[in-house]
Nanobody, 121 residues
Framework: QVQLVESGGGLVQAGGSLTLSCVFSGHTFSGFTMGWFRQAPGKEREFVAAINWDTNYGDPVKGRFTISRDNAKNTVNLQMNNLKPEDTAVYYC?????????????????WGQGTQDTVSS
């Protein structure tokens, strides 16, 4: 059974940086597409980034966020720079065995518990 555990959320001022990490267990990590999504209060879950052999980013975070993975450590990271108040949300790590439509939450079968990131103005 795949399990995902996120860490690294917190409170930061606008313009600052945060790094989120997600540890994967229960299967062969390298065979999975890993994604990050976020959900702000009253809004739908939004695609942030995904990585398999390539990387994909949602438009609001392009140029500011970087997704990376370490297959030896079963970990996927999300480096978030130049944070804005509108980046405030609960961030979720997700795993998928798909390689297409990976910007859609429906492509992912396993989800972490979420970590709160708050960006103050």
């Amino acid at each position: 059974q795949v399990q995902l555990v996120e860490s690294g959320g917190g409170l930061v001022q606008a313009g600052g940086s945060l790094t989120l990490s997600c540890v994967f267990s229960g299967h062969t990590f390298s065979g999975f597409t890993m994604g990050w999504f976020r959900q702000a209060p009253g809004k739908e879950r939004e695609f942030v980034a995904a990585i398999n052999w390539d990387t994909n980013y949602g438009d609001p975070v392009k140029g500011r966020f970087t997704i990376s993975r370490d297959n030896a450590k079963n970990t996927v990271n999300l480096q978030m720079n130049n944070l804005k108040p509108e980046d405030t949300a609960v961030y979720y790590c997700a795993a998928s065995q798909a390689n297409f439509y990976i910007d859609r939450a429906t492509a992912y079968d396993w989800w972490g518990q979420g970590t709160q990131d708050t960006v103050s103005s």
